[in-house]
């Protein structure tokens, strides 16, 4: 079968919209991670609490592999056969999963140094969990916001 | 409804009685005691306030409840029984308890738990030494020579050290020409290091060290011990051993001694309402013959004790006032039972300050109950959800923040089963139902505009709530200003998008910007910056529009949860082709769906919450409210039967 430019740009689409956020995400929660093993270390019941901050920055991640799946979906990567994909829909695929590579990957950074920061409040001040848990939420909204752009153009694309 | 009225009472009584108001107050259970002390001016808190003796007695009681806590930890480290997780605790009196504690075998206990555990760390710190002079040797393990032979004798020099692999051939030969009278014995080696003996005579000193010097020498001091390093080795080994035996011997003492550990319990909790009380003496003031205390109690709650207080005790005088503006009052919440676990998202955010504030739970659940489930939107997830936390409640009856979480995920996903009936999704489409109104993914625009009018809802009710908190304290220009004008320019807003209203809407943003213009700068003295302020507050309307717009997380992680679905189910579908295969997907299909729940459920709380807080609350809700909390009887391990708690 032969390869068109079209193909690949969309699956190059679909690779970073996984590749970009899931980076984000390993450094996100591997930074409160570090945070949340000094806490515990301290006090080994705060574990649930930790984690519970630890995982937040985890989504990018999940953002990402979803964005990555409906690309290949559409184009017929998973469960049939690989369409016939043009060179200007492959791009239009590509650009489309741009917000959430992009955005995935930085959010989740950052969302990580907040997590890392509310496991600090919860040292301190286990009953200011929530606190903690929506100054990070906070961050994730553009994860989210990406997303949606993400996914919208992805649906509104011809195929 | 909403906020408790909270009263406060002031109590007048003879001191004879006050172990027994005490008491009884506990016992209730329905009042937080007010510490007097910071009413009273510093010079004359001496006379009031409980002496010496009384303050004593309470560190006393607060030693001994460190003590028995230690025991009781040490003691639970050995107690190998299972517990069943959620046996009911038992029950028993005050009168009992009071005789048991004075029996000496509890303290005896507690004791020989100190002993046994400044045994092991004595065992455990011995331990380590014997470890560390074992891995010290280790490298000279075949050295033949006893180390008290090392060092210096009259002629001959023995010394022990390292030095590097590298080019230590060559510095060996070196040694040999230049200094005759010198030996050098390879003990072990490793990659980088050899370990040698060198034997001089200490005629030669200097040089035999210059060039030791030259060549990365480094001397090694081995542990002062008798006997060669082999013998060294065996004895701590065998030290090791005795003391491992030790470590048994205590560890057998210390698990008979359990036995008495729910004695060690029942004095814990005895001492623990004990000390309550003594606290509640220091907040009290006295005289000779009399005492005078304040509480609050909520209204509800107060007839009734009231009633027990005027009838168990002679000669008390209770006066009843509402509290002072300035007065720091704490908070008790009361809403209908659907509304209850919701108090949880406010508490974590911030109680209600009663001075300023409405309760706001009653309004923020149905936004809360609503857009939990578009959030997790698949119905199949909402009978799972629903289903365990029903379970949790039955099994665990859990108590306080935990049963008001589990009640959460309940109506969560009762609320998650509705909405997915309504998309459609049933585990990520695994079963094709029709959606009842809308497939998020065929029509994510409809579902888009749909979360922004809902969010346009909460917002409204948040600016209404603030309009009617400024008309309930009176100030009905703000509530007509601040509130009033934004709805009429919001309304305008939302009328462009509405087909055939463009016209009217015109008028009515218009209306609210002038109107919001002529008023917004009303603060200022001077009138061009009450004209630029009020210019400025249009500005506000990129707030409202970000508002509306965070809305869409709500599509958003609906639709995540969709897609993961399809994605899980998807990758079952690819793995079953044969046997293993089956199995394989059954493996995925319910590790992944379970995966997508927990990550949903999770992202769903948190985005859910963050909508009350930054977009519902900012728009009235200050917070800041104390918890109301009560002098009460407050054990770990028993109950206390008792008079009556209200």
């Known amino acids: 079968m032969e390869i068109s430019l079209g193909q690949f740009f969309a699956v190059f689409g679909a690779a970073i919209a996984v590749l970009m956020p899931g980076i984000g995400s390993a450094i996100g929660v591997g930074l409160a991670g570090e945070s949340a093993s000094g806490v515990v270390t301290e006090d080994p019941n705060k574990f649930g609490q930790t984690l519970l901050l630890q995982a937040l920055p985890g989504t990018q991640g999940i953002y990402g592999l979803l964005t990555g799946f409906v690309i290949m979906q559409r184009i017929g990567l998973i469960g049939g056969q690989l369409l016939e994909i043009s060179t200007y829909q492959g791009l239009l695929l590509f650009s489309a999963a741009l917000p959430i590579a992009f955005v995935g990957l930085l959010s989740a950074i950052a969302q990580g140094k907040t997590a890392a920061a509310g496991i600090g409040i919860v040292a301190k001040r286990p009953e200011e969990l929530a606190k903690g848990i929506t100054f990070a939420a906070m961050v994730e909204t553009y994860a989210v916001l990406a997303l949606l752009a993400s996914i919208l153009m992805i649906f509104g694309i011809q195929i | 409804m909403a906020i408790v009225e909270i009263k406060k009472i002031s109590i007048l009584a003879l001191q004879e009685d006050k172990d027994k108001i005490m008491r009884l107050l506990q016992e209730m259970g329905c009042t937080e005691l007010i510490d007097i002390k910071e009413k009273i001016p510093e010079k004359e808190w001496e006379e009031v306030f409980e002496g010496e003796a009384k303050v004593k007695e309470r560190d006393t009681l607060e030693r001994d409840l460190d003590e028995l806590s230690f025991a009781l930890n040490f003691l639970s480290t050995y107690d190998k029984t299972k517990k069943p997780m959620f046996a009911d605790k038992p029950v028993f009196k005050e009168e009992e308890i009071a005789s048991l504690a004075k029996d000496e075998t509890v ?14 760390n004595e065992i455990r710190s011995e331990e380590m030494k014997l470890h560390n002079t074992i891995s010290a040797l280790e490298p000279w393990e075949n050295l ?7 060092g210096a004798s009259k002629k001959v020099v023995l010394l022990t050290g390292v030095l590097p692999s590298k080019g230590f051939e060559e510095l060996i030969d070196g040694m040999k020409m230049a200094v005759p009278a010198c030996s050098v014995e390879v003990v072990s080696k490793d990659r980088e290091t050899v370990n040698v003996l060198i034997v001089y005579h200490k005629d030669v000193e200097s040089s035999v060290m210059e060039i030791l010097k030259n060549n990365g020498w480094s001397k090694i001091d081995l542990p002062k011990l008798v006997g060669t390093p082999k013998e060294a080795i065996q004895n701590a080994e065998q030290k090791l051993v005795q003391l491992d035996q030790r470590r048994k011997e205590v560890e057998e003492t210390a698990t008979s001694l359990i036995e008495y550990k729910e004695k060690l319990e029942l004095v814990f909790d005895y001492y623990t309402v004990l000390k309550a009380r003594k606290d509640a003496y220091m907040a009290a003031g006295k005289t000779k013959q009399s005492f005078y205390m304040e509480a609050w109690i909520p209204e509800p709650n107060l007839d009734k004790c009231l009633k027990v207080l005027n009838d168990k005790v002679e000669g008390i005088s209770i006066t009843v006032a509402d509290p002072e503006d300035e007065e720091d009052v704490p908070v008790v919440l009361k809403n209908p039972r659907l509304v209850e676990p919701y108090e949880m ?33 698949d119905a199949g997830y909402g009978i799972l959800l629903a289903l365990a936390s029903f ?42 139902l029709p959606p009842i109104w809308i497939n998020p993914i065929e029509d994510p625009m409809s579902l888009l505009v749909f979360s922004f009018i809902l969010g346009l809802i909460q917002i409204y009710t948040g600016l209404i709530l603030k309009a009617y908190i400024n008309i309930k304290d009176g100030d009905l220009l703000s509530a007509l200003f601040d509130q009033g004008f934004w709805l009429v320019l919001l309304t305008g807003c939302i009328m462009f998008a509405l087909p055939g209203t463009a016209q009217a809407a015109k008028i009515v943003a218009i209306v609210g910007a002038v109107g919001l213009i002529l008023t917004q700068g009303r603060t200022q003295k001077n009138p061009i910056q009450k004209l630029l302020s009020g210019v400025m507050s249009l500005y506000d309307i990129t707030g409202y529009l970000s508002d509306v717009l965070s809305y869409s997380r709500v599509l958003a992680l609906g639709l995540a949860t969709g897609v993961i679905g399809t994605v899980i189910n998807t990758m079952a579908e690819l793995v079953g082709v044969n046997i293993i295969g089956y199995i394989a997907m059954v493996l995925i299909l319910v590790i992944g769906h379970v995966f997508n729940i927990a990550i949903n459920a999770l992202g769903a709380y948190v985005h859910s919450s963050r909508l009350q807080y930054v977009e519902f609350f900012s728009k009235f809700y200050e917070g800041g409210g104390r918890a109301f909390n009560p002098f009460r009887i407050n054990t770990r391990y028993i109950n206390l039967e008792n008079g009556e708690e209200i």
């Open chain 2, 107 to 120: 303290w005896e206990v507690v004791n020989k738990c100190r002993m046994l555990d400044g045994a092991l």
């Open chain 2, 144 to 150: 033949q020579i006893p180390i008290e032979d090392i």
């Open chain 2, 345 to 377: 998202i406010t508490e974590l955010y911030s109680l209600p300050d009663p001075r300023k504030d409405i309760d706001p739970n009653i309004f923020m659940a149905p936004f809360f109950f609503i857009f939990f489930g578009m959030m997790v939107s």
């Open chain 2, 391 to 432: 379970l949790a409640i039955k099994k665990i009856k859990p108590k306080g923040m935990a049963k008001k979480l589990l009640e959460l995920l309940l109506l969560g996903g009762i609320s998650t089963l509705i909405w997915g009936a309504i998309f459609g999704g049933w585990f990520g489409g695994l079963i094709p």
